[in-house]
């Protein structure tokens, strides 16, 4: 069983904290990270949801820039590999094991205070169904609340051929990695549609290369809830 590919990162995630350690890596600190937080633009008493908090780097980052967050992944090890790691940011983060595709269990990481923000860095792209996360955000942000995702850019980083071709492909994160994770590539029409069915508008949008590249590898996009009438 599959299981939408959970038993790679289980199998993955001490391989992947001790790749990321504190800090993260180069591609994430300079590639990702100065391209969300723009869009993102936390202040100070923000209440961000971290979808795919991996060992919770970007969580303490959020927490540090003053945000209390509730932070969620998909592997129970990740989670408890991100528990020791950021023990020192538990009076603002909670941390906990959530399956993006559950619409249900999304909504029971709902507080009584709906979120103002949420983030997912380098994640929807390996998540099988992201319709229950686009509803569930939906649902738990506030009326003009973000919600910013960083992603492989689908107009480039397809692997068979096809663009139009909504398909899951085998590949590495970071090299070395013991076992091989799914990607599910959609396009564009996909992605903004989903989001556009559940209230959502785009409001930013930053495409960015590898070094040395002239094709953007990775697509950052700010989608903004409508505000309530």
């Known amino acids: 069983m599959n299981n939408n590919g959970l038993d790679a990162w ?17 591609f994430h600190r300079n590639l990702v990270r100065p391209n969300v ?15 795919a908090c991996g060992n919770g780097n970007f969580s303490k980052r959020l927490a540090e820039l003053g945000a209390r967050v509730v932070a969620f992944d998909y ?9 020791s790691r950021r023990a ?33 860095n380098m994640a929807i792209m390996d998540i099988s169904d992201i319709e229950p996360l686009f509803r569930a955000l ?9 919600f910013v995702c960083a992603t492989h850019h689908p107009c ?6 096809d663009y139009f071709d909504i398909c899951t492909h085998k590949g590495v994160a970071i090299n070395g990695q013991p076992m091989l994770q799914n990607y599910y590539h959609r396009t564009m029409e996909d992605i903004f549609g989903t989001a556009f069915n559940a209230g959502f508008a785009v409001d930013g949008l930053r495409e960015i290369p590898m070094e040395g590249d002239k094709t953007p590898n990775i697509i950052v996009v700010r989608f903004r809830r409508y505000a309530e009438d």
Do not use: Y
């Not at 995630?13 to 350690?21: H, L, P, R």
């Not at 939906?138 to 973000?146: E, S």
């Not at 480039?156 to 051929?161: A, D, I, P, V």
């Open 37 to 51: 937080e723009p869009l993102l633009c936390v202040e100070p008493n923000d209440f961000v949801l971290d979808v």
């Open 138 to 146: 939906g649902a738990m942000l506030k009326p003009n609340g973000v």
């Open 88 to 120: 020192d940011v538990f009076d603002k983060v909670e941390f906990h094991v959530c399956d993006a595709t559950d619409f249900d269990a999304l909504m029971g990481l709902r507080r009584e205070k709906l979120f103002d923000k949420a983030v997912a």
């Open 10 to 26: 289980e199998a993955n995630a001490e391989f992947w904290d001790k790749a990321m350690g504190d800090e993260s890596n180069d």
């Open 156 to 161: 480039f980083t397809f692997t068979n051929g």
């Open 75 to 83: 592997s129970s090890r990740m989670i408890e590999l991100a528990k």
